[in-house]
């Protein structure tokens, strides 16, 4: 039978942004030709911070060109000097931010369920050196707060959260920006929530906030003195697309819950297959449907990539290989013992998972998995 991604040849990717109605978009954007303004903290970036102020129900929110340099300018504002603790379980940008910022990355092994920084191992790595830790809410995956909190606490240690997957995530309520001291998250293109480019970083702290905000904007300050920044402002144009997709973000997670729904439906029973769990008392965002190939499949995780491929579906192998294993870092840094993320990097497949994905190529996206296509 054919199948659905192969029709006209279509290829079906791991995702497809989400767009508002054109008429919408163009109606958000009428004010930029009118104005002239399509930069540096206008009307639309001032609008889309008050507005995601409320949806995370934080006090400082500020936003950025992209959720890379909002995690590089938030390490940049604590001046910090030494060793990072994190995870090698992750998209490059993490590691990078830390390399970038002058900090030596120290590599966590991960949680077998969740895929998060696994705080049962993160204690012996503090050391004199340790400058703060850094975590990843990979896949939307909330990691184990408490226990971080605790051992944050404990260290008198920065706790900062790569929050880039959990836009909308929440914890007994409570929103994925509340937790740590800061959490940066990513509106690039392919997440539930876009502004095309962009990323905010939440905190609890006026002062820290204010030196974000300078820092995105040449370090310039009030009374026309600077510290050295650098330039990482939202535009205009992406705080508008932010504004409209805001507005479309119950439909968003509501179609991509049923998705994720089907996937979970025609996949649980199949062998060898672990499927992504949903967390106790978490509200999720279903950002990725990731799926761990174990050795009862009877197929590598490349294998099965390869058949799906041959019927026009291209799944994605996030995140491999782990940082930690970078040709770059050989020989520069330790990339620690990780036996868990090296494990599952080599074993995960993240599937097409979008709001307008039909059920039928979800459905024969199954059948493939289950040796039925
Ligand atoms: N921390 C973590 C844990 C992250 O995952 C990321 C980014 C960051 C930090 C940094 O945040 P940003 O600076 O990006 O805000 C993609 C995204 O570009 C990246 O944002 C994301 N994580 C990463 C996991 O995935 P690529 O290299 O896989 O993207 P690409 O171009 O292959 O696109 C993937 C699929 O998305 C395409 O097959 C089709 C679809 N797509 C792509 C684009 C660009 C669209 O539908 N529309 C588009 O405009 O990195």
């Known amino acids: 039978m ?35 303004w399509l930069t540096n903290m206008g009307a639309k970036h001032e609008a889309l911070t008050e507005e995601l102020r409320k949806f995370f129900g934080v006090r400082e929110l500020t936003l950025f060109q992209n959720g890379h340099l909002a995690l590089e300018f938030a390490l940049q504002a604590l001046e910090l000097s030494g060793e990072v603790i994190t995870t090698p379980f ?13 900090l030596t990355p120290v590599f966590c092994d991960i949680d077998p369920e969740t895929y998060t920084l696994d705080p049962a191992k993160l204690e012996s790595l503090i ?3 340790t400058a ?8 939307g995956n909330l990691c184990d707060t408490e226990a971080l909190a605790e051992i944050a606490a404990r260290h008198k240690l920065p706790l ?12 007994n309520g409570v929103s994925a920006a509340a937790f740590g001291d800061i959490s ?18 939440c905190c609890r702290d006026k002062e820290l ?5 300078r820092l995105k904007n040449f370090g310039i300050e009030e009374n026309e003195t600077y510290c050295v920044g650098g330039n990482g402002k939202m535009n205009e144009f992406e705080a508008a697309m932010g504004l409209c997709n805001l507005r479309h973000l119950p439909e968003e997670l509501a179609k991509r819950q049923r998705v994720y729904t089907h996937y979970v439906e025609l996949l649980s029973e199949v062998e060898g297959l672990k499927l992504p769990k949903q967390q106790a008392g978490v509200t999720a965002n279903y950002a990725y449907f990731p799926v761990v190939f174990t050795d009862t499949y009877g197929e590598t995780r490349d294998e099965a990539s390869l058949r799906l491929q041959a019927k026009g579906y291209y799944p994605r192998k996030y995140f491999y290989p782990c940082t930690n294993a970078f040709p770059f870092l050989n020989g520069r840094i330790d990339p620690g013992h990780t036996p868990i993320a090296e494990d599952i990097s080599k074993r ?22 289950r040796r039925e296509a």
């Open 209 to 213: 906030s204010t030196k974000l905000f």
């Open 90 to 102: 992750t998209f490059a940008s993490t590691t990078w931010a830390i390399i970038r910022s002058g």
């Open 132 to 139: 703060a830790i850094l975590p990843v809410h990979v896949y």
């Open 184 to 201: 940066m998250f990513s509106f690039h293109a392919t997440k539930v929530f876009h502004t095309i480019e962009g990323g905010a970083v």
């Open 160 to 171: 900062i959260y790569d929050a880039a997957h959990a836009f909308g995530v929440r914890k």
């Open 348 to 369: 995960v497949l993240t599937l097409p998972l979008y709001a307008d994905l039909e059920l039928a190529d979800v459905e024969q996206i199954c059948r493939i998995l």
């Open 127 to 129: 050391t004199e050196r």
């Open 2 to 36: 054919q199948s659905q991604g192969d029709k006209m040849g279509k290829k079906i990717l791991v995702t497809r942004s989400s767009l508002p109605p054109l008429e919408e978009y163009v109606e958000e954007i009428r004010d930029i030709f009118e104005s002239h």
